[in-house]
């Protein structure tokens, strides 16, 4: 499989490592959207979060949680947003799942997403169709 994430994992391709353990690995994405922004990913490749198994997910939220706290110590940010783009229509673009952990000053210039509101009923609507599905 032809696997950017995958070939990092390897050690195929460089990457600046912020975290490894047995399931998961954490490096700097190369194209920051603030500075000391970190990728969290589980070893194994799955592409979306409908692939991993949930232990698995857990292992990569236990990281995500731990670089959060690394970010906040160490760069001296105050937070830090946590990001997944679930599939391609939803901007993802590498097709192995991962978390971004992108650090957040005051003043730092990201917006954050625009929102809408529910017409008559379709908040009761959106509820019936999701509770269906769980
Ligand atoms: P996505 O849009 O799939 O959620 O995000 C993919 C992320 O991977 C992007 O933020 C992009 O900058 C990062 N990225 C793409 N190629 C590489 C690479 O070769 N190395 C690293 N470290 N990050 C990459
Ligand atoms: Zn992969």
Redesign the pocket.
């Known amino acids: 499989m032809d696997c950017?994430f995958c070939k990092?994992i390897k050690g195929e391709?460089p990457?600046f490592k912020v975290y490894e353990d047995r399931h998961t690995l954490a490096?700097?994405?190369?194209?920051p959207v603030n500075y000391g922004h970190t990728?969290v990913i589980p070893k194994k490749h799955y592409s979306n979060m409908e692939e991993i198994p949930e232990k698995e997910l857990k292992e990569v939220i236990v990281t995500v949680k731990m670089v959060g706290k690394a970010l906040k110590e160490g760069l001296g940010v105050e937070g830090y947003n946590v990001g997944e783009?679930n599939d391609p229509v939803a901007?993802?673009?590498?097709a192995h799942l991962?978390f971004?952990v992108i650090p957040r000053s005051a003043g730092d210039g990201l917006a954050l997403w625009p929102q809408g509101k529910y017409g008559d009923g379709e908040a009761e609507e959106a509820l019936d169709k999701i509770k269906k599905a769980i």
């Open positions: 950017i990092i391709l990457s490096f700097l994405d190369i194209v990728l783009n901007g993802q673009i590498i991962h971004h």
